[in-house]
């Protein structure tokens, strides 16, 4: 794999995170399409003195990807930022106030997609990391590098998991990593992630014996066993919480049974489910829990499930005390942590050391007119120099 060494460093180059950011929407980085996003980063990173790989995987069945590993420094303690440069399409075009990848900047907003989620958060990073470099400079204390994949809103099957799989073959550890998606609900320093739920969607298919209705004892009715089965679980609960986490969920999605005669017992019938799980189980745990209820109920059944992400938490301690004190040194606030939300990258980053999300304003993420105050991507810049600082130091 190419690799650029830190010959041609400068510790004078100077990155305005708005510009950057403006340049990064400019690259159409739809997944799996790299866009030119990953190029930019890596000249950029390049130039600044960080020792850049370039990560192409792929597999059978999926598109190839493009990630960037990127570090500047041998010298413990290293500092991580994770990200992604791929983005969810634009949807609907022609109803954007201003072209999704013009990287525009419109009262006091910069416009496009991937603004919020989470190439604003990606142009920090690299502003902040220059500001760090320059400071002392081109050789900063520690060591600084840059987790970047192409595939987080996409199946994430060769992307963030494969880049770890490298780092720990080479041996790249980080000592604490920061996820730059967008936490924050309404405002700069509102919240961050110190863990995220799990996901487990589970598939069950009911056998019975068709027959006629009026003759109910010549069938087994699949449909009366299905709902026993999922009775316990009707209420929508699995726990009360724990410490950092709320209740555990499931959800039932869909109830099929595709039967267009009100005369005919079915042979099966089969619902499907998503369970959103804390700390307290993980998808074998839970697993096994759905079986033993099941069983109880003495149908003949299939079950399936699909774990897209266990669990985690980074329990509250140094990482986050120090980005709540870099948020409240730049914005006043410190911020609410929470585990809420959907899953990203830090449910694979957590294997191999502590990893808080902190961002931008999500409000507009995935949507038309996805756009980021400029006044916020400046703060999270100094923010994030902050953190560094202080982490580094
Ligand atoms: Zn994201």
Same mark, same amino acid.
């Given at each position: 794999m190419p690799e650029a060494g830190n %010959? !041609? &460093? #400068?510790?004078?180059v100077a990155v305005d995170a708005v510009d950057f950011a403006g340049h990064l929407i400019r690259c159409p980085s739809v997944t799996p399409a790299e866009g030119g996003a990953i190029d930019v980063l890596e000249s950029t990173l390049g130039a600044l003195g960080f020792t850049c790989h370039r990560l192409r995987f792929e597999e059978a069945g999926t598109d190839p990807i493009d990630n960037l590993y990127a570090r500047i !420094?041998?010298?413990?303690p290293h500092f991580c930022f994770a990200g992604h440069t791929d983005v969810v399409p634009v949807g609907d075009a022609a109803a954007w106030t201003v072209g999704p990848f013009d990287g525009a900047v419109r009262d006091g907003l910069l416009w496009g997609r991937g603004a919020a989620d989470m190439k604003g958060g990606i142009a920090a990073f690299v502003a902040a990391a220059a500001r760090i470099i320059g400071e002392h400079g081109g050789n900063p204390p520690g060591s600084i590098s840059l987790l970047i994949t192409g595939d987080e809103e996409g199946p994430a099957v060769n992307g963030t998991t494969k880049v770890l799989d490298w780092m720990e073959a080479a041996g790249e550890i980080p000592d604490a990593c920061v996820v730059? %998606?967008?936490?924050?609900?309404?405002?700069?320093? #509102?919240m961050m992630k110190i863990g995220r739920r799990g996901s487990l969607t589970g598939t069950l298919t009911v056998l019975g014996t068709q027959g006629h209705v009026a003759y109910p004892h010549l069938a087994d009715n699949p449909i009366h066993h299905l709902l026993r089965m999922l009775e316990p679980f &009707?209420?929508?609960?699995? #726990? @009360?919480?724990t410490a950092h986490f709320q209740p555990s969920t499931l959800a039932v999605t869909t109830i099929d049974v595709g039967n267009p005669a009100s005369n005919v017992v079915p042979a099966k019938a089969t619902a499907v489910f998503n369970i959103r799980f804390n700390d307290a189980h993980n998808s074998q745990s839970l697993e096994r829990m759905l079986r033993d209820s099941f069983d109880q109920k003495g149908a003949r059944y299939e079950l399936v499930t699909s774990c897209s992400g266990e669990s985690f938490l980074t329990e509250p301690g140094r990482l986050s005390t120090l980005i709540a004190d870099a948020a409240e040194s730049v914005v006043g606030r410190r911020p609410e942590l929470s585990t809420t939300g959907g899953t990203s990258d830090a449910r694979f980053i957590c294997r191999m050391c502590p990893v808080v999300e902190f961002g931008l304003?999500?409000?507009?993420?995935?949507?038309? #007119? @996805?756009r980021v105050a400029i006044a916020d991507i400046r703060s999270l810049t100094d923010i994030y120099a902050a953190l560094l600082r202080r982490f580094l130091a």
């Open positions: %010959e !041609g &460093a #400068d510790s004078t !420094g041998t010298a413990a730059g %998606e967008p936490t924050n609900p309404n405002a700069l320093g #509102d &009707a209420h929508g609960q699995l #726990d @009360e919480g304003v999500g409000q507009t993420m995935h949507k038309v #007119d @996805e």
